[in-house]
């Protein structure tokens, strides 16, 4: 029962440590269920629950804080240098991009951007790129 509400308490804290709680009481139960006293019961919930929230919480929390190793698709492609190969202005342009040619615009709409200048891709919309020049960047 206790691991139940543990369990319940978890879902709506996603805090990691009422789930651990959880599962140290479920290991107390089946203390419990093979016959041992209530002292063996507790220290076995004791042992569980200080082993998962010294060891476990502080290595799950870690991982989950860390970015996603690769980003895929058109995501992939903010942040890479191209060439223009026709001239980029905030409503039309074409550019070479990882080996493909993608339609692109200029971020800035009062930037337009010469054929050949190398440009670095801010954002994906939709099948265009979105770009500013590589030589203005900060």
């Given amino acids: 029962m206790a691991a139940a509400a543990l369990g319940a308490a978890e879902f709506f804290s996603l805090t990691l440590a009422f789930g651990i709680l959880g599962g140290a009481a ?5 203390v419990a269920g093979l016959g041992a006293t209530w002292v063996l019961q507790v220290l076995a919930f004791a042992v569980a629950g200080a082993a998962g929230l010294l060891i ?5 929390l870690r991982q989950l804080k860390q970015a996603p190793a690769m980003r895929d698709g058109s995501d992939a492609l903010i942040g890479r240098k191209g060439t223009v190969l026709e001239e980029v202005t905030a409503d039309r342009g074409l550019i070479k991009l990882s080996g493909e040619h993608w339609s692109a615009r200029a971020l800035d709409e009062s930037t337009v ?4 200048a190398a440009v670095d891709v801010m954002e994906i919309e939709g ?6 020049p590589h030589d203005l960047l900060p």
């Avoid at 476990?56 to 799950?60: D, E, G, L, N």
């Fill in 26 to 30: 479920l290991v107390a139960a089946v």
């Fill in 56 to 60: 476990v919480r502080p290595i799950a």
């Fill in 113 to 116: 951007i010469p054929e050949g």
């Fill in 127 to 132: 099948a265009t790129a979105i770009v500013y």
